[in-house]
Protein backbone atom coordinates (compact mmCIF):
# COMPACT_ATOMS: atom_id res chain seq x y z
CA UNK A 1 0.00 0.00 0.00
CA UNK A 2 1.15 3.47 -0.84
CA UNK A 3 2.56 5.59 2.16
CA UNK A 4 0.54 8.51 2.51
CA UNK A 5 1.02 11.82 4.69
CA UNK A 6 -2.60 11.56 6.30
CA UNK A 7 -1.28 7.97 8.10
CA UNK A 8 -3.01 4.88 5.62
CA UNK A 9 -0.26 2.63 4.76
CA UNK A 10 3.51 2.87 5.66
CA UNK A 11 4.16 4.49 8.55
CA UNK A 12 7.56 6.17 7.32
CA UNK A 13 7.96 8.75 4.26
CA UNK A 14 10.55 9.17 1.92
CA UNK A 15 12.72 11.77 3.73
CA UNK A 16 12.40 10.77 6.62
CA UNK A 17 14.93 9.44 8.63
CA UNK A 18 14.05 5.75 8.96
CA UNK A 19 16.48 4.77 11.87
CA UNK A 20 15.23 6.55 14.18
CA UNK A 21 12.74 4.64 16.02
CA UNK A 22 8.89 5.49 16.77
CA UNK A 23 8.84 6.30 20.26
CA UNK A 24 8.44 9.69 22.73
CA UNK A 25 10.60 12.43 20.63
CA UNK A 26 10.00 14.83 18.08
CA UNK A 27 7.22 14.19 15.79
CA UNK A 28 6.96 10.56 16.74
CA UNK A 29 10.67 9.59 16.51
CA UNK A 30 13.30 9.07 19.42
CA UNK A 31 16.20 11.50 19.09
CA UNK A 32 19.50 10.76 20.48
CA UNK A 33 21.23 13.46 22.29
CA UNK A 34 23.92 15.03 20.86
CA UNK A 35 27.68 14.45 21.58
CA UNK A 36 30.04 17.67 21.51
CA UNK A 37 31.01 16.19 18.06
CA UNK A 38 27.54 15.88 16.44
CA UNK A 39 25.94 18.84 17.69
CA UNK A 40 23.81 21.44 15.99
CA UNK A 41 26.32 24.01 17.00
CA UNK A 42 28.61 22.79 14.09
CA UNK A 43 26.02 23.45 11.78
CA UNK A 44 24.58 26.70 13.29
CA UNK A 45 24.97 29.16 10.02
CA UNK A 46 22.84 26.13 7.98
CA UNK A 47 20.19 25.89 11.24
CA UNK A 48 19.83 29.94 11.13
CA UNK A 49 19.47 30.00 7.51
CA UNK A 50 16.82 27.34 7.68
CA UNK A 51 15.24 29.61 10.24
CA UNK A 52 15.25 32.87 8.17
CA UNK A 53 13.08 30.97 5.64
CA UNK A 54 10.41 30.75 8.03
CA UNK A 55 11.04 34.43 9.35
CA UNK A 56 13.31 36.89 8.13
CA UNK A 57 14.10 38.33 11.35
CA UNK A 58 14.87 34.60 13.08
CA UNK A 59 18.09 33.63 14.44
CA UNK A 60 19.66 30.85 16.69
CA UNK A 61 21.74 30.98 19.66
CA UNK A 62 23.08 28.74 22.48
CA UNK A 63 21.71 28.25 25.67
CA UNK A 64 25.05 29.12 27.83
CA UNK A 65 23.78 31.19 30.46
CA UNK A 66 23.47 29.53 34.26
CA UNK A 67 20.05 30.43 34.00
CA UNK A 68 19.35 27.87 31.44
CA UNK A 69 20.31 25.60 33.90
CA UNK A 70 16.80 25.46 35.79
CA UNK A 71 14.62 22.69 35.43
CA UNK A 72 12.85 21.54 31.78
CA UNK A 73 14.91 24.83 30.35
CA UNK A 74 18.13 22.86 30.27
CA UNK A 75 16.67 20.27 27.29
CA UNK A 76 14.29 22.14 26.00
CA UNK A 77 14.43 24.54 22.99
CA UNK A 78 13.24 27.52 23.96
CA UNK A 79 11.80 31.23 22.08
CA UNK A 80 12.57 34.85 23.92
CA UNK A 81 11.62 37.35 20.88
CA UNK A 82 13.41 36.43 17.91
CA UNK A 83 15.89 34.47 18.82
CA UNK A 84 15.48 30.41 19.16
CA UNK A 85 17.89 28.84 22.11
CA UNK A 86 19.16 25.41 21.52
CA UNK A 87 20.47 23.44 24.16
CA UNK A 88 24.41 22.20 22.91
CA UNK A 89 23.20 18.40 23.63
CA UNK A 90 20.69 18.49 20.75
CA UNK A 91 21.42 17.48 17.23
CA UNK A 92 21.32 19.79 13.93
CA UNK A 93 18.36 17.33 13.12
CA UNK A 94 16.34 17.63 16.21
CA UNK A 95 16.77 21.29 16.21
CA UNK A 96 15.98 21.90 12.28
CA UNK A 97 12.34 19.65 13.16
CA UNK A 98 11.86 21.93 16.04
CA UNK A 99 12.05 24.88 14.09
CA UNK A 100 8.82 25.56 12.34
CA UNK A 101 7.26 25.39 16.15
CA UNK A 102 9.25 28.06 17.32
CA UNK A 103 9.60 30.30 14.51
CA UNK A 104 6.03 30.51 12.60
CA UNK A 105 4.33 29.83 16.30
CA UNK A 106 6.48 31.59 19.21
CA UNK A 107 8.43 34.30 17.02
CA UNK A 108 5.39 35.17 15.50
CA UNK A 109 3.60 35.34 18.81
CA UNK A 110 6.40 38.05 20.51
CA UNK A 111 5.79 39.71 16.89
CA UNK A 112 2.02 40.11 17.62
CA UNK A 113 2.85 41.20 21.73
CA UNK A 114 4.74 43.59 20.28
CA UNK A 115 2.51 45.54 17.99
CA UNK A 116 3.77 44.04 14.82
CA UNK A 117 6.64 46.31 15.30
CA UNK A 118 9.43 43.95 15.74
CA UNK A 119 9.55 40.56 18.03
CA UNK A 120 12.01 42.13 20.68
CA UNK A 121 9.57 44.83 20.98
CA UNK A 122 7.34 42.07 22.19
CA UNK A 123 9.38 40.54 24.71
CA UNK A 124 8.11 42.03 27.93
CA UNK A 125 4.71 41.65 27.17
CA UNK A 126 4.82 38.23 26.04
CA UNK A 127 6.99 36.79 28.53
CA UNK A 128 4.80 38.18 30.98
CA UNK A 129 1.16 37.04 29.05
CA UNK A 130 3.03 33.46 28.92
CA UNK A 131 3.89 33.04 32.25
CA UNK A 132 1.16 34.35 34.66
CA UNK A 133 -1.48 34.66 32.85
CA UNK A 134 -4.22 34.50 34.19
CA UNK A 135 -2.97 32.18 36.66
CA UNK A 136 0.72 31.10 36.52
CA UNK A 137 -0.44 27.10 37.57
CA UNK A 138 -3.49 25.22 36.63
CA UNK A 139 -5.13 28.73 34.56
CA UNK A 140 -2.46 29.39 32.10
CA UNK A 141 -4.58 29.81 29.38
CA UNK A 142 -2.33 31.96 27.22
CA UNK A 143 0.50 29.37 27.89
CA UNK A 144 -1.64 26.46 26.74
CA UNK A 145 -2.79 28.45 23.63
CA UNK A 146 0.54 29.87 22.94
CA UNK A 147 1.97 25.81 22.38
CA UNK A 148 -1.51 24.90 20.90
CA UNK A 149 -0.74 27.80 18.21
CA UNK A 150 2.81 27.04 17.85
CA UNK A 151 2.49 23.31 17.22
CA UNK A 152 -0.73 24.18 14.71
CA UNK A 153 1.56 26.79 12.76
CA UNK A 154 4.41 23.46 13.11
CA UNK A 155 1.72 20.55 11.85
CA UNK A 156 0.46 23.34 9.28
CA UNK A 157 3.67 23.73 7.58
CA UNK A 158 5.14 20.21 8.18
CA UNK A 159 2.25 18.04 7.13
CA UNK A 160 1.59 18.70 3.28
CA UNK A 161 5.64 18.76 2.77
CA UNK A 162 5.79 15.19 3.80
CA UNK A 163 7.48 16.29 6.65
CA UNK A 164 5.83 14.56 9.35
CA UNK A 165 2.49 11.94 8.86
CA UNK A 166 -1.00 11.82 10.43
CA UNK A 167 -0.10 9.13 12.71
CA UNK A 168 2.96 11.04 13.27
CA UNK A 169 1.09 13.95 14.12
CA UNK A 170 -1.89 12.34 16.36
CA UNK A 171 1.10 10.74 18.24
CA UNK A 172 2.71 14.08 18.60
CA UNK A 173 -0.63 15.88 19.51
CA UNK A 174 -0.96 13.62 22.64
CA UNK A 175 2.81 13.54 23.61
CA UNK A 176 2.72 17.45 23.61
CA UNK A 177 -0.66 17.77 25.38
CA UNK A 178 0.91 15.73 28.01
CA UNK A 179 4.00 18.02 28.39
CA UNK A 180 1.88 21.06 28.39
CA UNK A 181 -0.15 19.63 31.19
CA UNK A 182 2.40 18.80 33.35
CA UNK A 183 5.04 19.44 34.92
CA UNK A 184 7.37 20.29 31.80
CA UNK A 185 4.89 23.50 31.57
CA UNK A 186 4.27 24.30 34.84
CA UNK A 187 0.80 22.89 34.78
CA UNK A 188 -0.63 25.28 32.55
CA UNK A 189 -3.95 23.86 32.26
CA UNK A 190 -5.70 20.53 33.68
CA UNK A 191 -4.41 18.07 31.45
CA UNK A 192 -8.06 16.85 30.34
CA UNK A 193 -8.72 19.68 29.01
CA UNK A 194 -5.06 20.30 27.29
CA UNK A 195 -5.48 16.95 25.86
CA UNK A 196 -9.13 17.83 24.38
CA UNK A 197 -7.78 20.54 22.71
CA UNK A 198 -4.44 19.50 21.22
CA UNK A 199 -6.19 16.05 19.64
CA UNK A 200 -9.21 18.17 18.42
CA UNK A 201 -6.50 20.77 16.86
CA UNK A 202 -4.83 17.83 14.97
CA UNK A 203 -7.54 16.42 14.03
CA UNK A 204 -8.86 19.92 12.76
CA UNK A 205 -4.86 20.23 11.02
CA UNK A 206 -5.43 16.89 8.88
CA UNK A 207 -9.02 17.28 7.42
CA UNK A 208 -7.77 20.67 6.54
CA UNK A 209 -4.80 19.67 4.63
CA UNK A 210 -6.97 16.43 3.05
CA UNK A 211 -9.37 19.31 1.84
CA UNK A 212 -6.68 20.97 0.28
CA UNK A 213 -4.98 17.83 -1.06
CA UNK A 214 -8.27 16.88 -2.85
CA UNK A 215 -8.61 20.50 -4.59
CA UNK A 216 -11.19 21.37 -2.16
CA UNK A 217 -10.95 24.96 -0.98
CA UNK A 218 -13.63 24.40 2.50
Not at 32 to 48: C, I, M
Not at 103 to 116: D, I, M, S, Y
Request: proline share 6%; glycine share 8%; aromatic share 14%.
Amino acid sequence: MKPTIFGSGAIFKPGINKNLEFKDGLDGYEVKTATPENSWWHRRDELEAYAKSLDPVARVSRKTSFVWGIGALRTFATTIGRTVYFPDNWTFEQAKSCMPHEVLGHVAQFRWAGFFIHPTVGIPLGLFLYALMPLPIFGAWVRYRAELHAETKAWEYKLPRGLINGLQLKARAVRFAKMVGGKQYVYSMPHCWVLRGFTRRAEKVINAVKRRASGQVN
